[in-house]
Structures are given as structure tokens and as C-alpha cells.
């Protein structure tokens, strides 16, 4: 067994850890990050049969399927796997989820499926998200695509704007329902969070560009370098035929921080900063947007959740020596998922906890050199339901860094609201649906993902997407 940072990862007889959160395979941590390939161990067929076999069967409604939010039939895919029915279970998958191959991978499962399984009360909960990436890849694998049916054409166009989870997954559904679908992006290449904002090393971008050509095979059309709001607005897409508009922009504003020096070189915001490190510069970069960054040194990352875990991981292999997370709350209240977390402790990164940094100091040369933090400890809850962080007075102290990245949260972008008339919103920018099918104030119009709800998982943007989809052709076929 090896300590990291008192907590205690199990290494097998080929130097791979085993994550106590999810028990995967990884690639030793020497090797991995040195660079942004995937760092899990592909299951073999026989491993996967024996974990599926672990599975119990428990009677519906099984927690698992209760706790994974578009509702997969995890106990009869557990079965098809264990009698080596790999192909079958794949496509039980698809009847449920348009991307078991990704939500397999960057699903929190520990507070999903894995984290209901009943095997928990006595053992460790079957490997249910590790087995439906693996399914899906063997389906692909084999087949070398996945093919999507092709409604009869009904002579609809539907726009959808924003290529990510919520709008690649309402453009599966359409195409299907035989309507014509084209979808709007303000990016070069499409997939939204999945390319843009989730690390290779998690999501290979592979896995994403596969899906996208089995889209593109059924007959779904790309708008790159197009943003709503401002290149085109909502109006123009009705005034150019389109019967119906799906808006799955999503929230890609960072938070700021709103301190003395937040504007200084070296202190970048966790969205440009992922863009910038994990895509390919030459082909996907967005225009007028940098190279990959020299972080330093030393590099902070301020805030908790997904997004810190990612650039942790990011500035280990970009060669940062030291690499900390400051949070301003403590373990017990951080948001996110354990298995990131944990991922990036072993990977080298430090967690300084109840530290608010409060100001960006400039060295010489101009770009940032330190952070003044305060000391924080914990008041009452807030509306949240975690404790309120309160500064400690006269714990001032400084922390010395070469780039400091801003994970604090997203906002969404007002321009679709702004320019849309008669399309509610809230929240500064928030689209207002109906929750059942997604549909907004603005005839026509419909919305999911988190452009609707704020920051929230893949699988949820999917199930939004479905579910809009099903209200669009409704409205259609009237």
C-alpha cells in the first residue's frame, strides 16, 4: 500500500493503482503524467465478464438504475456482460443514453449508480460506468461504427445551437424522428464541454470525434464559428427556414474573483486555460485564442469541484513542480467528484484548505509572482447548506506562484436572451423552460442543458437533450 496525503491507494503487481472511489485500473503515475493520454487500463473481455458477474440482480427497481438519471437498465446489461454478450448490452445502453462511451467515463458514478450498487454494504460496488465505456468501445470496435437510423423525412429543419452534450443528443434524436438537423457552434469543431473543457487524459478526444462522424454518417450538418447571439441571431435561423430552434449553449463564462490584480499575466481563467492545453492547437483552437501557456514553477488553482481537478492534473503535465489548490472551505464541503480528486492528489497536487486568496501581486517584470491569502474558518451554512467560509483577521499571508487559474464556477452568456424577443430568462441569462419538455417562452424555441439549469453533469445536458427532442418533433407533427 502507498500514502498519499493520508489517504491509502492500493498499487497491484504492475504498478497500477487502484482507486478506492471506483477501483479502475490506471497507468502508473510516473508514466501518465507525462502525458494527456487516457489514464485508465482498458478492461480485457474476461475481466469484464467477472466484474459484470459480481452484479446481484437486485429486484426493480435496482438503486442503480434508480440513481443514474436517464434510468439505464444496468442489471440486464450486468447480466449480457457476464455471459460475454458484449454487442447486446451495448445497444441496451443506446436505448437510454446517446453516449454510454462518454458518460462511462466522466460520470460522477461514485454518486450515481456505483455509489446506490447494494454491493456497498458489504464490498466494493460494481464497476457499472468503467462497464459501459467498455461495451460501447468493444461496440465500436467491432463494428467500427455505430450506425443511427434515419427517420422518413418529414421536410422539418430544426437548428440546434450548441454542439455540446445537451445538442448532440437532440440531433441523435431527430435525425432519427427524420427531421433535418443542423447544428450551430460558435467553436470549430463540435462537441462543446466534451472537447473544449474535459481533459484528453479523461475523455480522449477520440471517443467524442467517433460519435460526431456516427452523426455526421446519419446525415447531421456542422456551423462552425457561428455564435448565436452575436454572428446570427435566433431570428435569423427561423427567417432561414428553420421550423424549430433547440439552444444547448451551455455556461462557458468564467466567474471572476473580483480582486486587485485578477487582470495581471499569469492569472488566466480555468476555461481558456483548458482549451488552451488539451486541444489541437493547429486544427480546433478557437481564433485569436493563445497556444499552451508557460505556467511556471508554480502554479495555484483557486476553487474546487471538476474543474480544479482537471487543471491540477493539466499543470502536473505541463511540468509545474508545485501544484496547490486553494479552497477557501474545507474537504468536507468541496464540491465535485472524489475520484478526481483523489486522481489529482496522487498525481502530485497539493490541497490547501480554508485559504481565500485576496489579491494578485505583480513581480518586476509585471506578471504575477504571488497571492495574498487570508485564513478562513467555518461559520454557519449558508443557503447552499455548507458552512459559510469567514476570514480569520490578521492571518494575511503570501503564497508564491508563477500562474494562478481561476476555477470558481461558470456564468451563462445573456447574448441568445439579449437578443431573442420574448424569450424569458433569469439568473443573469438562464433560459426559462418548461421542465417537462423544454420548452421556452418563445414560440418555437426550446432549450436544455446547462444554459437551463446552470452548471450540472454530461448525463443530464443528454437527458435534457432527449427530452426536448421528443417535445420538438411533437411540436412539428402537429
Same mark, same amino acid.
Given at each position: 500500500?502507498?500514502?498519499?496525503?493520508?489517504?491509502?491507494?492500493?498499487?497491484?503487481?504492475?504498478?497500477?493503482?487502484?482507486?478506492?472511489?471506483?477501483?479502475?485500473?490506471?497507468?502508473?503515475?510516473?508514466?501518465?503524467?507525462?502525458?494527456?493520454?487516457?489514464?485508465?487500463?482498458?478492461?480485457?473481455?474476461?475481466?469484464?465478464?467477472?466484474?459484470?458477474?459480481?452484479?446481484?440482480?437486485?429486484?426493480?427497481?435496482?438503486?442503480?438504475?434508480?440513481?443514474?438519471?436517464?434510468?439505464?437498465?444496468?442489471?440486464?446489461?450486468?447480466?449480457?456482460?457476464?455471459?460475454?454478450?458484449?454487442?447486446?448490452?451495448?445497444?441496451?445502453?443506446?436505448?437510454?443514453?446517446?453516449?454510454?462511451?462518454?458518460?462511462?467515463?466522466?460520470?460522477?458514478?461514485?454518486?450515481?449508480?456505483?455509489?446506490?450498487?447494494?454491493?456497498?454494504?458489504?464490498?466494493?460496488?460494481?464497476?457499472?460506468?468503467?462497464?459501459?465505456?467498455?461495451?460501447?468501445?468493444?461496440?465500436?470496435?467491432?463494428?467500427?461504427?455505430?450506425?443511427?437510423?434515419?427517420?422518413?423525412?418529414?421536410?422539418?429543419?430544426?437548428?440546434?445551437?450548441?454542439?455540446?452534450?445537451?445538442?448532440?443528443?437532440?440531433?441523435?434524436?431527430?435525425?432519427?424522428?427524420?427531421?433535418?438537423?443542423?447544428?450551430?457552434?460558435?467553436?470549430?469543431?463540435?462537441?462543446?464541454?466534451?472537447?473544449?473543457?474535459?481533459?484528453?487524459?479523461?475523455?480522449?478526444?477520440?471517443?467524442?470525434?467517433?460519435?460526431?462522424?456516427?452523426?455526421?454518417?446519419?446525415?447531421?450538418?456542422?456551423?462552425?464559428?457561428?455564435?448565436?447571439?452575436?454572428?446570427?441571431?435566433?431570428?435569423?435561423?427561423?427567417?432561414?427556414?428553420?421550423?424549430?430552434?433547440?439552444?444547448?449553449?451551455?455556461?462557458?463564462?468564467?466567474?471572476?474573483?473580483?480582486?486587485?490584480?485578477?487582470?495581471?499575466?499569469?492569472?488566466?481563467?480555468?476555461?481558456?486555460?483548458?482549451?488552451?492545453?488539451?486541444?489541437?492547437?493547429?486544427?480546433?483552437?478557437?481564433?485569436?485564442?493563445?497556444?499552451?501557456?508557460?505556467?511556471?514553477?508554480? @502554479?495555484?488553482?483557486? &476553487?474546487? !469541484?471538476? +474543474?480544479?481537478? $482537471?487543471?491540477?492534473? #493539466?499543470?502536473?503535465?505541463? =511540468?509545474?513542480?508545485?501544484?496547490?489548490?486553494?479552497?477557501?472551505?474545507?474537504?468536507?464541503?468541496?464540491?465535485?467528484?472524489?475520484?478526481?480528486?483523489?486522481?489529482?492528489?496522487?498525481?502530485?497536487?497539493?490541497?490547501?484548505?480554508?485559504?481565500?486568496?485576496?489579491?494578485?501581486?505583480?513581480?518586476?517584470?509585471?506578471?504575477?509572482?504571488?497571492?495574498?491569502?487570508?485564513?478562513?474558518?467555518?461559520?454557519?451554512?449558508?443557503?447552499?447548506?455548507?458552512?459559510?467560509?469567514?476570514?480569520?483577521?490578521?492571518?494575511?499571508?503570501?503564497?508564491?506562484?508563477?500562474?494562478?487559474?481561476?476555477?470558481?464556477?461558470?456564468?451563462?452568456?445573456?447574448?441568445?436572451?439579449?437578443?431573442?424577443?420574448?424569450?424569458?430568462?433569469?439568473?443573469?441569462?438562464?433560459?426559462?423552460?418548461?421542465?417537462?419538455?423544454?420548452?421556452?417562452?418563445?414560440?418555437? @424555441?426550446?432549450?436544455? &442543458?446547462? !444554459?437551463? +439549469?446552470?452548471? $450540472?453533469?454530461?448525463? #443530464?445536458?443528454?437527458?435534457? =437533450?432527449?427530452?426536448?427532442?421528443?417535445?420538438?418533433?411533437?411540436?412539428?407533427?402537429?
Amino acid at each position: 500500500m502507498r500514502e498519499i496525503s493520508g489517504d491509502t491507494l492500493a498499487i497491484d503487481r504492475k504498478g497500477r493503482a487502484r482507486i478506492p472511489t471506483d477501483g479502475v485500473d490506471l497507468r502508473p503515475v510516473s508514466e501518465r503524467i507525462c502525458d494527456f493520454n487516457d489514464v485508465v487500463v482498458p478492461m480485457e473481455p474476461e475481466q469484464a465478464m467477472m466484474e459484470a458477474a459480481r452484479c446481484v440482480q437486485c429486484p426493480d427497481p435496482a438503486p442503480c438504475v434508480e440513481a443514474c438519471p436517464v434510468h439505464n437498465d444496468i442489471p440486464s446489461a450486468m447480466w449480457l456482460i457476464e455471459q460475454g454478450r458484449f454487442l447486446e448490452a451495448a445497444a441496451l445502453y443506446r436505448k437510454t443514453s446517446s453516449m454510454p462511451e462518454v458518460c462511462g467515463r466522466v460520470c460522477p458514478q461514485e454518486q450515481l449508480c456505483q455509489g446506490s450498487c447494494s454491493h456497498l454494504k458489504s464490498n466494493e460496488a460494481v464497476l457499472t460506468g468503467p462497464l459501459e465505456s467498455f461495451v460501447a468501445d468493444y461496440e465500436r470496435k467491432e463494428l467500427g461504427k455505430v450506425s443511427i437510423s434515419v427517420g422518413e423525412s418529414t421536410g422539418k429543419r430544426v437548428a440546434i445551437v450548441g454542439a455540446g452534450p445537451a445538442g448532440l443528443t437532440c440531433a441523435e434524436q431527430l435525425i432519427q424522428s427524420g427531421h433535418q438537423v443542423t447544428i450551430i457552434d460558435a467553436k470549430p469543431a463540435p462537441g462543446g464541454l466534451l472537447i473544449y473543457g474535459i481533459p484528453n487524459f479523461k475523455l480522449p478526444k477520440d471517443v467524442v470525434y467517433a460519435r460526431w462522424h456516427d452523426l455526421q454518417d446519419a446525415g447531421v450538418k456542422f456551423e462552425p464559428n457561428t455564435f448565436i447571439g452575436k454572428d446570427k441571431t435566433i431570428d435569423d435561423l427561423f427567417n432561414e427556414g428553420y421550423h424549430a430552434v433547440f439552444v444547448g449553449v451551455g455556461v462557458g463564462i468564467d466567474a471572476p474573483m473580483e480582486v486587485p490584480g485578477e487582470d495581471l499575466p499569469g492569472v488566466i481563467g480555468a476555461t481558456e486555460f483548458l482549451i488552451r492545453t488539451n486541444v489541437d492547437q493547429e486544427n480546433i483552437l478557437p481564433e485569436g485564442m493563445g497556444g499552451v501557456p508557460d505556467v511556471g514553477k508554480k @502554479v495555484v488553482v483557486i &476553487g474546487g !469541484g471538476d +474543474t480544479a481537478s $482537471d487543471c491540477l492534473r #493539466t499543470s502536473v503535465r505541463l =511540468g509545474a513542480e508545485e501544484v496547490t489548490c486553494l479552497y477557501r472551505r474545507t474537504l468536507r464541503e468541496m464540491p465535485g467528484g472524489v475520484h478526481d480528486r483523489e486522481l489529482a492528489r496522487e498525481e502530485g497536487a497539493i490541497y490547501q484548505f480554508l485559504t481565500q486568496p485576496i489579491r494578485f501581486i505583480a513581480g518586476e517584470d509585471g506578471r504575477l509572482t504571488q497571492v495574498e491569502c487570508v485564513k478562513m474558518e467555518l461559520g454557519e451554512p449558508d443557503d447552499s447548506g455548507r458552512r459559510r467560509p469567514v476570514p480569520i483577521e490578521d492571518s494575511n499571508f503570501i503564497v508564491d506562484a508563477d500562474t494562478a487559474i481561476l476555477a470558481l464556477g461558470y456564468w451563462p452568456d445573456d447574448a441568445i436572451g439579449k437578443t431573442t424577443p420574448d424569450l424569458e430568462t433569469h439568473k443573469w441569462g438562464l433560459i426559462v423552460v418548461d421542465p417537462a419538455t423544454g420548452k421556452t417562452s418563445r414560440e418555437g @424555441v426550446f432549450a436544455g &442543458g446547462d !444554459g437551463v +439549469t446552470g452548471p $450540472d453533469l454530461v448525463v #443530464t445536458a443528454m437527458k435534457a =437533450g432527449r427530452k426536448s427532442a421528443k417535445a420538438i418533433d411533437e411540436y412539428l407533427m402537429i
